[in-house]
């Protein structure tokens, strides 16, 4: 597309450093977007040297976020992982067998294609009031909007086709089904993380973080998982170091990183 023209490196960037487009940072968490989570816990896992272009601008997809990389432009996050471990020969999950793999996709298919929708209702359809008044800068006409939309997408997709009571208890299901592969280890496929991780902590920290308190899943996440809710807490530890210097808490200040 002419409108993402690639840039020089060495002028308009850095040589062989990921320009990193994606959404402003949010209240209580890096992202609004469980996907801009994921994709710079990934960067972050894989020590990629990145920086952040925060800005509402999406990339070649119409989707956020979007990378710029030696005049290369990527979307898509799973798609721009892939990528970028092709390119620079990187195996996060190289300690996995066949089977440990297959499971993963498995796990990185549900969070991404079907607990992402389940979160995106419970914040801008079913509690689209509290979220504009807690969770949100944005005008009530644009949230509003977002509303709108994510019901007319939601149904499409199928799952919104189910009663709210539905899509709650399917949340529920879908943390409970982690948690209960989780068990005891420290990661999903043990001692240290591997990429299903990047995607999984991406979305199930908007149910920590980013959806109203009257969510049921967000207190189900507290009292009924508690080892995933703590698994959360140890990929902030790891990979987020400077998670306060990222958050606006309740966008009270501004984020420095």
């Not at 997408?153 to 989780?182: C, K, P, W």
Request: proline share 5%; hydrophobic share 35%.
């Amino acid at each position: 597309m002419a409108f993402f023209k690639k840039k020089e490196c060495g002028k308009d960037y850095p040589k062989d450093t990921v320009i990193l487009h994606q959404f402003p940072r949010g209240p209580y968490a890096p992202s609004m977007s469980g996907f801009c989570i994921k994709l710079e816990t990934f960067l972050r896992m894989a020590n990629i040297p990145y920086q952040n272009v925060h800005a509402y601008k999406t990339g070649p997809k119409g989707k956020s976020p979007w990378i710029e990389y030696n005049g290369d432009v990527m979307a898509d996050s799973q798609l721009i992982m892939s990528f970028l471990s092709d390119k620079l020969e990187i195996d996060l999950d190289k300690t996995l067998s066949k089977e440990q793999r297959a499971t993963a996709r498995a796990f990185q298919k549900m969070v991404d294609e079907y607990t992402y929708w389940s979160v995106l209702l419970e914040r801008w359809v079913y509690h689209r009031g509290e979220s504009c008044k807690t969770i949100t800068k944005l005008p009530s006409l644009v949230v509003w909007e977002i509303g709108r939309r994510t019901k007319n997408m939601a149904y499409a997709h199928g799952i919104g086709r189910h009663t709210q009571q539905e899509v709650d208890l399917n949340l529920e299901a879908d943390l409970t089904a982690l948690s209960d592969f989780l068990g005891d280890k420290k990661f999903m496929f043990g001692d240290e993380p591997t990429e299903v991780d990047c995607a999984i902590f991406g979305q199930v920290s908007q149910v920590k973080y980013h959806v109203p308190d009257a969510v049921k899943a967000k207190q189900f996440l507290k009292d009924c998982v508690p080892n995933l809710d703590a698994y959360c807490e140890r990929m902030k530890e790891r990979f987020w170091p400077d998670w306060d210097e990222c958050v606006t808490n309740g966008f009270t200040k501004e984020a420095t990183k």
